[in-house]
């Protein structure tokens, strides 16, 4: 018997109970008005919206009536309302992670961290922009903080836990786990910083030839060769030229250098795309469950409705059209207007990459039902597959005859992931397409608001679409940095892929591409009662007894969203080829132990 | 007799029509129902809210009834309803730029930008996010838009206009305008970009000693030496403490490397902060008029509500508290939470630097109302009148014995300004003081979504608050390097400065501070017209006529907000001091035509 309550709703709203009963792949919704549960709360609990879920496996959605003004009490900012009073891993919020917050709690609930601040400052929880608090970000959550704090223990006094050091493999960030940048790269990027260097005799000594005669040539497209300058809202005209001139080689179709909008990373590209589609919480955005949370984030803090359609793990993560549209469907029926399909190729966190022919039909259902395709292609370059091959949308759109007046399709690339995994010079770019000119004006104003992306990363984001080519001077160590850093990928992704397998209850679809394995793993009923115990979703409490007695940090499932009654976790393929075998033995290891303890009935 | 007409208004709304009467610093308030206009209204154009502005040098505001699902008519999404079918440029909106948008137009106006995207796409301007349109942002507005097509035009056929180069003095961007970085700090970042140099011999040969030193000392803050990696959402902790540091030194009082979030330039810190405190339009921050336009852009796209407060031109752009507590007051009363202050000191667009004894009674206004303080300091290096020193808004409140439970303060800073002016690198940082825990922690979560800023802009924001001292090998180059862009910059600010004040009907100033002058300009009643004919703000058309007589770009006062009725521009001190003559030269010629042109009677 499990509890949820939600304290002091208002008091004269009607809400809706929406079971999911799950069993993988189900959806059946249940409907079930807030009087007629109501009717079967205990006296001592009147004022409070109190729920029972007797449906295991299942979750809970609650909100008023449609039209009301909360209208989105729990996926919107209300939510923070929710109080697990009996805390129930299977109460599970489908797109985020595990920590419930509360803004008006009962005196005994968490008083050291709120109540002093409240009193003394004018801004606190309960008077905060409800967006912030409904976002969440999962890579970088509670275990995360949970990892940096056993760091700073492990420095402080270096016995103080069964391993030397913390490994992170809870976020794509290769160049922090060891991998090196590409030469060519970073000699361009150090004399741009520093162009007084440039015809000094002693640079040619350092720098290789092609590198020096490229910095030239970038600096030639900025006016004033001023680095330091802010350029043009969309990034320097030159840059978006060489950016164009490689997508053109990659697709085979021409783009426009004013369609190239450089920004910090794709992060802040997303979120100017979500900016400009949502309206309000009836706007909502199809996006893939599991999906990466700057996605569910994003349209948390705009205020949007993430729409999910589930990616089938029985076929190594494929996206059906079928099931796009039933979930279109769906939400058209519940009133909310889809502006947007979301579609992350190669996968994150599945790995997995779309074959053309599925890609022709997402861009056929986009085309019919009006929706913006938005393509995360940020891990283009991570293919690891010889038997397939990425293609973008834009290439797949053209090559079906759609153009402008066609497909409004907005490709989002980065220069954090890739081979070159330059993750903190923020580099980045989106390229809109299928625009009228009023609304691509709306996208540069916006842009412009903030000034322009930093220098560094764009002219990053023009050299990862221009590498150097056969016959530079840099071209052979170039594409042998390139290699062996691809190459290597894809021989941690099969270890790490093996290796899950191997594992107990651990089943591990294969990593095509990207920089993730998103492994499913079956937990005894024991270690769910476990995780009940300690306020846990199961795969969360998995991830934690993982990092505690390992240092390997890995992101429990629940943060991308996962099918009901499911649990996963997702773990990078980034730890140095030599820390490989550590890490599959520390992991196993653990594994073994971890399902030795809860073994046997409850 | 001029006329504003709203296109299709929802039908069963009811609206005011807010009307201030100005002189110069008046600010009556008229309210009248729009049931009473409505009798007045001619039967061809029922279907139309129109109003009827017969009251010289005012303007009008309209909105529905309060309560009402589309409260903000106006000031919110549906002021892009408006059209001027006659133009009048007395109808002036005080924080925004001149350009009207519509959404749902009658069919002569302006049929071919909207018409075609509207039948293509899925997305055109009548459905996206409202706050988007409503944003605006003059420093990179219409008079940008027009000065890039001048540069076009000049590059393709150098002779097609009476001047060689476009001067863009719209912008704080020195180094587009030639100002050279400081060399210490581009060593630096060389040197972190490609540390793969720093042992090698040649490198001796190329940078300075300490250079190398401090690039070293910075590697090793950085987990990894891994600049390419995502750093810890708030910044590498190491560039924090230097800051932290930086800003002891400056204050004389304790500052915490926890405090500190590195951001992409300011810009994106402000909008964190926005994002933080406002959950609809019924929240409210005051902001200075004239103000830099961030922050009304900043205020739209998150729902809010600019609250004005007008610093006084007359003397010397002063912040009077009385003003602060007469519009908190005024913005209570129509039923807005105004969340917090803006102050920008030094003044953008203003220039004036606030007295210590100003500060302390604005801290003491903000402790009292529970007002946020958000500090724009981000000129705090920009100071050109010696009897004046800049001190910023956390040395003020702790010199008055306030501390973190006392004040909440957030100050900005960027490495965009200063004598570095590294606009391109987008560095800078917020310092976050007088927050609870776990509002600390949603501000947090916030940043971590976008993982973090880049890592250049990180060490350069590291190296501004920590540069050169003395004894070090590169000190007195540094310090020559910055006494003489600051020294240069005071000189060039007092010989515009002055050149303005000889202008007839124009009236500026002294710059204390930042980059820029406002100068106030009467223009002839005949000008007024001409504008009006040519649909544009009287100071939007002197801008005009300015850019294509002499490629100056001016930014009209109209993108700050200014006293109704009361004309400005922004022009900055940047051009270099060579080119200053020049600038006045023509300035002042096209000035005398212009008023020429326009003198006498309508």
């Known amino acids: 018997m499990e509890w949820v309550t939600i304290v002091d709703p208002p008091p004269s709203t009607t809400f809706y109970a929406e079971y999911q009963n799950t069993g993988p792949g189900s959806t059946v919704d249940q409907r079930i008005k807030w009087a007629d549960y109501r009717s079967s709360i205990p006296e001592a609990d009147a004022g409070k919206f109190t729920v029972k879920d007797e449906q295991q496996g299942g979750w809970i959605r609650m909100y008023p009536l449609p039209g009301a003004d909360m209208r989105r009490f729990v996926i919107g900012s209300a939510r923070n309302l929710l109080h697990r009073s009996h805390q129930n891993s299977l109460f599970q919020r489908p797109l985020l992670s595990s920590s419930y917050r509360l803004l008006s709690s009962s005196p005994s609930a968490d008083p050291s961290s709120s109540s002093s601040s409240t009193m003394a400052h004018p801004v606190a929880l309960n008077n905060i922009n409800p967006k912030v608090l409904e976002c969440e970000y999962a890579v970088r959550g509670e275990i995360v903080t949970l990892a940096q704090k056993l760091q700073e223990e492990i ?52 720098f290789s030839a092609d590198s020096i005669e490229r910095a030239w040539q970038i600096l030639d497209q900025i006016p004033g060769r001023a680095t330091g300058a802010y350029s043009h809202s969309q990034g320097v005209k030159g840059l978006r030229d060489a950016i164009a001139a490689g997508i053109e080689a990659r697709d085979g179709f021409p783009a426009d250098p004013n369609d190239i909008f450089l920004t910090d990373g794709a992060s802040p590209a997303v979120h100017m795309m979500m900016q400009l589609l949502i309206r309000s919480e009836k706007d909502g955005i199809l996006c ?9 984030a994003s349209i948390a803090l705009h205020g949007g409705s993430l729409v999910p359609y589930y990616l089938d793990e029985a076929t190594g993560w494929g996206l059906e059209v079928s099931e796009l549209k039933k979930q279109l469907e769906t939400a058209r029926s519940k009133g909310i207007t889809v502006r947007a399909l979301v579609v992350i190729n190669p996968g994150n966190p599945t790995g997995q990459l779309l074959a053309e022919e599925n890609q022709k039909a997402i861009v056929e259902f986009c085309k019919q039902e009006g929706l913006v395709l938005l393509a995360d292609e940020v891990y283009q370059e991570n293919v690891y597959v ?38 903190g010079k923020r580099g980045g770019y989106m390229e809109v397409t299928g625009f009228g000119a009023d609304v691509r004006e709306q996208i540069y104003k916006v842009a412009s608001v903030n000034l322009c992306s930093n220098i560094s990363g764009q002219i990053l984001a023009s050299l990862v679409m221009s590498p150097p080519k056969v016959g530079d001077e840099s071209y052979e160590s170039y594409s042998a940095e390139r ?15 093996d290796a899950f397998n191997k594992l107990e209850g651990v089943k591990c679809n294969k990593a095509e591409g990207a920089m993730y394995l998103f492994p499913r793993i079956e937990l005894p009923e024991k270690a769910i009662k476990a ?3 300690a306020k846990k979703a199961p795969d969360a409490y998995y991830c934690q007894r993982l990092l505690t007695a390992t240092g390997i940090v890995f992101v429990p499932g629940s943060g991308f969203g996962q099918v009901p009654g499911t649990w996963h976790f997702r773990c990078t393929i980034l730890p140095q080829e030599e820390k490989i075998p550590s890490v599959v033995s520390r992991l196993t290891d653990f594994h073994k132990s971890f399902m030795d303890e809860f073994r046997g009935l409850v």
Chains 1, 2 share one sequence.
């Open 288 to 296: 893939p469950i599991p999906q990466y949370p700057l996605y569910s």
């Open 531 to 533: 995780a009940e115990a």
């Open 155 to 206: 420095k402080a006094k270096p016995e103080s836990h069964p391993f030397e050091e913390i490994l992170y493999c809870n976020i794509g960030n290769p160049q922090s786990l060891g991998q090196q940048p590409i030469t060519f790269f970073r000699e361009v990027l150090a004399l741009c910083d520093h162009p007084a260097i440039l015809d000094k005799s002693e640079t040619q000594g350092l």
């Open 483 to 497: 290699d062996g850093i691809l190459s290597s990928l894809a021989r941690r992704a099969k270890t790490l892929e």
């Open 386 to 423: 010889p038997e397939k091959k990425f293609h973008s949308f834009k290439k797949v759109s053209r090559s079906m005859g759609y153009g402008e007046k066609d497909i409004s399709l907005v490709s989002f690339q980065s220069v954090s992931k890739g081979y070159y995994g330059e993750c």
